[in-house]
């Protein structure tokens, strides 16, 4: 069981400000995300796009911004738990405990949720039977490529993830690559491999078709794909993987009694609390009159929200309001010599 | 010289609007009227029409706003940019109309525009 003073949910720009201002009035927090790395939707949506919008910064990335905001923690020791998505929160006397999909066990007074519109989560198929040969034969992600060894394999999708599967795969297995037009936005040096080897015969390529539907009881038979003048094929296989990205979902926050609009949180403007004591929404997630979906936002709702878990963390203390310009105490944690 | 200026002062009170027509995928239609100059998203956000989502807010980065567009309409429309193509990969079931509804800027030539909202954004 980790005990910490305040968890926070999202590695977000927001998120990671907010676990900023905690560690600055001496609290400690830990972080959780579902993405395999820090820096949410700056990271994954959008790392090369320049923001203009951030407070004395007249432009920079996403993950420029990302990295500043890393830089800003380095005084600090904060543990990151990533590719860890929290599942449940429970209250228990003064405290949440919060458990995520890798059973990571949380005890604290505060969870801060920054997590934007949600957790990354892999874009499924649009066919309803999909679902259930879902982690059988119909993956979104590749944990163990040996399972495919010398099976029949067929690949959706026209981006990296696709064609690097796709050459991989076809070393060992047969690989049949489906994707619904004849451009692929991977590597220029991917793209060529994949259609070498479509001309060597060790990949079938289906270009301008997509999935239409599936056959199999228990274990998948064989795929329909339909092409953009309806025409359809059958093919074998024994496994499919979809490769089309990833798309936020509100996901298992929607279970935890608070009250949810629009898939935002509805929180006060004093502490960004929500309807339940302790838990606090801020950034992107959050919802009150006249809330801002910009990052600045999310900097001061996390800000306000920090100063809120110091009560609940420390009771019998009092929060004495200081500035990092001329507070000896926030110096010494920040690790610089005072003047 | 009054008469002369009178004209653009009053294009500050006149906002030059589209009508915008937007059936979600169980056949109900919601027409609006959109300021020119706006997104096809912004008008669906602003006005509450469900099935847009536009998680990422209008940048191109989510496949979110996906619309289809009439034929009739299809080649209206300034034509995509690079990356739009890319990004309707990653839509739910896309087809050879489709549009990221972020990507169509209203003004007076899209006065009656119709698009169609697919049954899921993702």
Not at chain 1, 8 to 31: D, M, S, Y
Not at chain 1, 248 to 262: D, S
Not at chain 2, 37 to 62: K, R, S, W
Request: hydrophobic share 35%.
């Amino acid at each position: 069981m980790n005990k910490t003073d305040a968890l926070i949910i999202g590695a977000g720009p927001t998120g990671l400000f907010t676990a900023h201002q905690l560690k600055l009035i001496g609290l400690n927090c830990e972080v959780v995300d579902n993405l395999d790395k820090i820096g949410g939707q700056c990271i994954e949506l959008y790392p090369d796009k320049p923001i203009y919008d951030i407070p004395a910064v007249p432009e920079c990335t996403g993950e420029e911004l990302t990295n500043n905001l890393i830089n800003q923690l380095k005084p600090f020791d904060i543990k990151f738990h990533l590719n860890e998505r929290v599942d449940e929160l429970k209250k228990e006397n003064e405290n949440w405990i919060v458990k995520t999909n890798s059973g990571t066990i949380f005890q604290t007074p505060n969870v801060i949720i920054a997590g934007g519109v949600g957790s990354f989560e892999p874009r499924k198929f649009p066919v309803k039977e999909c679902e259930k040969f879902e982690n059988k034969s119909i993956f979104y992600s590749i944990k163990d490529k040996k399972t495919f060894e010398g099976k029949n394999i067929t690949i959706f999708g026209g981006g990296d993830s696709a064609l690097d599967w796709a050459v991989e795969l076809s070393k060992n297995s047969k690989v049949n690559l489906v994707h619904r037009r004849d451009d692929f936005r991977g590597a220029q040096s991917t793209v060529d491999k994949v259609h070498q080897l479509a001309k060597d015969g060790k990949i079938n390529l289906f270009t301008k078709y997509q999935m239409n539907s599936i056959k199999g009881n228990d274990q998948l038979e064989s795929i329909d794909i339909k092409s953009d003048d309806k025409e359809i094929k059958t093919i074998k296989t024994d496994y499919v993987l979809g490769f089309f990205g990833l798309i936020m979902q509100l996901g298992p926050i929607a279970n935890w009694g608070l009250n949810i609009n629009k898939k935002t949180i509805e929180v006060d403007t004093e502490k960004f609390e929500t309807n339940q004591k302790g838990i606090y929404a801020v950034g992107d997630i959050c919802n009150y009159p006249g809330k801002l979906k910009l990052i600045l936002s999310g900097f001061h709702e996390g800000a306000l929200a920090a100063r809120a878990c110091f009560k609940l963390a420390r009771p019998n203390e009092k929060y004495r309001f200081e500035f990092t310009t001329s507070s000896k105490t926030i110096k010494d944690r920040l690790g610089v010599k005072g003047d | 010289m009054f008469s002369h200026t009178c004209p653009i002062f009053l294009q500050h009170y006149i906002q030059l609007m589209a009508k915008i027509t937007y059936i979600t995928h169980d056949n109900q239609n919601h027409t609006i009227e959109v300021q020119n100059g706006l997104t096809v998203m912004e008008g669906a956000v602003q006005n509450d029409i469900p099935g847009i989502d536009a998680d990422c807010g209008g940048g191109m980065a989510c496949a979110t706003c996906h619309v289809y567009v009439n034929d009739e309409w299809f080649d209206k429309i300034s034509s995509k940019e690079d990356g739009e193509e890319d990004m309707l990969d990653m839509a739910f079931e896309p087809k050879k109309n489709s549009r990221l509804s972020c990507q169509i800027i209203v003004s007076d030539e899209l006065d009656g525009l119709t698009v169609n909202i697919p049954s899921k954004q993702g």
